[in-house]
């Protein structure tokens, strides 16, 4: 049982670069999220996804798009990467509003 | 949209201290969960509490919906209770905000 798995695990792009996050989950939760993690701003809520076939936007959304694919994949799309996209990305999934768990995140630096 | 604050934004603690962490939000909350992220980055749920007291170990929290605020316990501090603390705050759409956490220091 691997829980959330995302990849990579480290990336580096230069601008205007497209790349997809992949997001994994076999724990067969309905609800998926990508997060962005800058210092001192905490975990900023990119797009969720409450169920198969359903995306919602977050906190901040610009700049990227999402493909909830089916119940296990949930991925996350630059399509023109920028140096203010250089982050930490994190993707969870739960059951409902319950219990989150979290992919071991992905580090992307944007030159 | 939704605020959720967390206070203090940082703690330091010597080792056998006690604390305790708030997170307020301003508004009715389905869900409130607090996270532990380690020095290593790697974020761990440490309670699910939508309203109530539950306890685990040396930690507890208690959430109290109706004032729209929640707690986080922690006595006896170890050093490795150092990190970052988060609380998320969920509506029943699902969508699921943190706070900016508080840093936790625990020196020997």
């Known amino acids: 049982n691997a829980g959330v798995t995302q990849t990579p695990k480290f990336q580096v792009l230069k601008t205007g670069q497209s790349m997809t996050l992949q997001c994994a989950q076999d724990?067969?939760?309905?609800?998926m999220y990508w997060y962005r993690q800058d210092p001192g701003m905490g975990l900023r809520l990119i797009y969720y996804?409450?169920?198969?076939?359903?995306?919602d936007k977050g906190e901040v959304p610009n700049g990227y798009n999402v493909s909830r694919l089916n119940k296990r994949e949930f991925s996350l799309r630059l399509e023109s990467a920028a140096p203010s996209q250089t982050s930490v990305y994190f993707c969870?999934?739960?059951?409902?509003?319950?219990?989150?768990?979290f992919g071991s995140g992905t580090q992307l630096s944007v030159l | 949209g939704i605020q959720v604050e967390q206070s203090p934004p940082d703690l330091i603690l010597q080792e056998g201290a006690n604390s305790t962490l708030r997170c307020n939000f301003s508004?009715?909350?389905?869900?409130l969960q607090w996270f532990h992220q380690n020095p290593w980055g790697q974020l761990i749920n440490l309670f699910y509490?939508?309203?109530g007291t539950k306890q685990n170990g040396r930690l507890s929290a208690t959430t109290v919906a109706t004032e729209r605020y929640s707690l986080l316990y922690i006595s006896s501090s170890q050093t490795t209770d150092s990190g970052v603390y988060f609380c998320?705050?969920?509506?029943?759409?699902?969508?699921?905000?943190f706070g900016q956490g508080t840093e936790l220091s625990v020196k020997p």
């Open positions: 969870a999934s739960r059951v409902g509003v319950e219990k989150l768990f």
């Open positions: 724990m067969n939760h309905n609800s």
């Open positions: 996804s409450a169920s198969e076939g359903t995306t």
């Open positions: 508004d009715s909350v389905n869900n």
């Open positions: 509490i939508p309203s």
């Open positions: 998320a705050w969920t509506n029943q759409g699902g969508k699921l905000i």
